[in-house]
């Protein structure tokens, strides 16, 4: 934890929310002061820690979260204002015969694309100048060609410091129209290359597997250390690595045709995310209106802005809500990508570079997510209620998910705000499924109203009664593992409908939530239930059966929607095989 943050918890002494110096506590009274206080009690020491010292900075108060934004528009300026790092690196072009031996200048380096549907273009181009290490010698370094393919290259120079600029500023002006010194206002020209914003920050890509790093760590600055066996079990430790596997995340970018050689794990900035989500807003309006004379041309610049890898094919044109909502998905997964890279970006340095003791990488990253995990075990009823929901609620004969593991969830902060609908009696479990990518994000920040519009039912937090719904929308690893989330959710007074309405951004007056009613639904007199902090939660058991409420409907399978962020709380993660 931060110094600050140490010295703002240490502050917070007296009044109603005074609790006694909880980094003295052993783990057994951390979990009785949280309960004590209504906060979760499930996690590592250090999770427990965080979780009352987090508590007694804001006051003991229940802290008022902002709503996500409802638009594309809304979303591109929220990544706006994320702030950037300051101090950069950057990298010679490993195609470069110089790479091994020579440093960028300065900032003198850039990527640039364009695409051009209606010609069939799709490339790049790169700018750098390089200046060899331990002498004066600099070189223009360009690379150009299709996305997805190396390209061809020139290696110009060695020549002095200003003649090697000019070249490098007239190269940047010939592709783009812009100036170099002027490209902090960079304006796209039609026809001409595109300047794409990447994050590149003081630390070397890491993209060390969990041996390498604690090699890593043992040798750091010559001096002998220990890093510690994990705390976490055995199944704990192997949802970490795959939650933050640098492989799956660069796969799942693959599936979605990203060209991760532009676009490289940590590197697209929050600002080239937010200008693709303007183009996608755009294309919004453009077919709203159903007006398609621009879509050619505003698919190509999204694709400029946010490069895509389609080999030698013609990149399609974003000319329908379907396609337009697959970007815009995409861009959601590729910002909760990016979340999961700066968590350990921002790792703390350790307290203690002295320290000759160094806490696991695994334990590091399970911090970073501020998250209680508990394992379930199979042989508890909690297991065996959620084993029998699964069982009735798959399909059998497609993707047929078999559960790994279990785990209990406790997110930081997510109970004090979900307590805001204690008065909402109407609770069930129910399903959501999502990208392996975005897993970490969701249990550090967790379930967000979608920021664009498309849904059937509006802009909600969608959730299943059967988990062959939720199952569709799970993103697995090369493995076919995938995560799905079983969460708490307060219906209160439902409104009912059988026709989609996706203009929907809030319950209508009157109900606290919308269910779009299928033709089926699990057999509701098979219904269990689950006593959660003291609420009686409703859990399907049995099989889908035809409802005669949704016998006309247009929903095949029930989806229950929630437009508030802490009308929810996820209370299970499940680790799944699923089939091919």
């Known amino acids: 934890m931060p110094r600050a943050a140490k010295r703002k918890a240490a502050a917070t002494k007296g009044g109603d929310c005074a609790i006694p110096d909880p980094s003295k506590m052993t783990a057994a009274q951390l979990k009785q002061e949280c309960t004590k206080l209504g906060l979760g009690t499930a996690g590592t020491k250090a999770v427990l820690l965080k979780r009352l010292q987090d508590h007694a900075g804001a006051g003991g108060k229940k802290v008022k979260t902002e709503d996500a934004p409802t638009t594309a528009k809304a979303a591109a300026e929220t990544l706006k204002k994320a702030a950037s790092p300051t101090k950069k690196v950057y990298k010679v072009d490993s195609y470069c015969p110089l790479s091994g031996s020579a440093e960028v200048h300065d900032d003198y380096d850039c990527m640039l694309n364009q695409t051009n549907i209606g010609h069939n273009n799709n490339k790049y181009y790169v700018i750098q100048l390089i200046r060899t290490s331990g002498a004066s010698r ?23 410091i200003e003649t090697a600029k ?19 206002s960079f304006a796209p020209v039609s026809g001409k290359y595109t300047l794409l914003e990447m994050d590149t920050d003081d630390t070397e890509e890491d993209e060390q597997d969990t041996a390498e790093k604690i090699a890593r760590l043992d040798e750091l600055d010559g001096v002998v250390r220990k890093v510690l066996p994990s705390s976490l079990n055995s199944p704990t430790q ?32 929050k600002a080239q995310i937010a200008k693709g989500f303007e183009v996608l807003d755009e294309i919004e309006e453009e077919l709203k209106m159903s007006r398609t004379s621009r879509l050619t041309e505003l698919s190509s610049r999204f694709y400029t802005v946010i490069p895509h890898d389609f080999g030698r094919r013609v990149p399609p044109v974003i000319n329908d809500q379907e396609k337009l909502r697959k970007k815009m998905d995409m861009l959601l997964v590729l910002g909760d990508i990016e979340i999961a890279q700066a968590m350990q970006k921002d790792k703390d340095k350790d307290d203690g570079s002295e320290a000759t003791d160094i ?24 297991f065996k209620v959620i084993e029998k929901y699964t069982e009735a609620t798959k399909y059998s004969g497609w993707r047929d998910p078999k559960i790994l593991n279990v785990w209990k969830v406790d997110r930081g902060g997510e109970g004090d705000r979900f307590k805001e609908h204690d008065s909402l009696e109407n609770r069930k479990l129910l399903w959501h499924g999502t990208n392996v990518a975005v897993v970490a994000a969701i249990l550090k920040t967790g379930l967000r109203i979608m920021p664009h519009s498309g849904g059937r039912v ?13 199952a569709a929308y799970v993103g697995c690893a090369s493995d076919n593992v995938g995560i799905m989330f079983l969460n708490e959710v307060a219906l209160g007074k439902e409104k009912r409908i059988t026709r989609d309405d996706s203009s929907l951004t809030k319950a209508p007056a009157g109900f606290d939530s919308v269910v779009a009613v299928g033709r089926r639904e699990p057999d509701p007199k098979k219904n269990t239930s689950m006593k959660l902090e003291g609420k009686t939660v409703v859990v399907p058991q049995g099989q889908p059966i035809n409802q005669k409420e949704g016998q006309s409907s247009s929903f095949s399978q029930t989806e229950y929607l929630v437009y508030k962020e802490n009308q929810c709380r996820i209370r299970y993660l499940l680790k799944m095989k699923f089939g091919s």
């Open 238 to 269: 192997s949802l970490m690595k795959l939650i933050f596997d640098n492989d799956m995340f660069k796969e799942q970018m693959a599936k979605m045709e990203i060209d991760v050689r532009k676009m490289p794990l940590g590197k697209l900035s």
């Open 138 to 160: 600099y070189y223009v370094w360009n690379r150009w060609g299709r996305v997805g393919e190396p390209g061809q290259n020139a290696l110009k120079g060695p020549w002095d």
């Open 458 to 470: 509006g802009r909600g937090i969608y959730f299943a009664s059967e988990n062959s719904k939720s």
């Open 359 to 382: 806490k696991h990488p695994l334990d590091v990253n399970y911090d970073l997510l501020n998250c209680g995990l508990e394992l379930v075990k199979p042989s508890s009823e909690e």
């Open 166 to 184: 000019k070249d490098f500023e007239k190269k940047f002006k010939d592709k783009t129209k812009n100036d170099w010194s002027k490209r902090g």
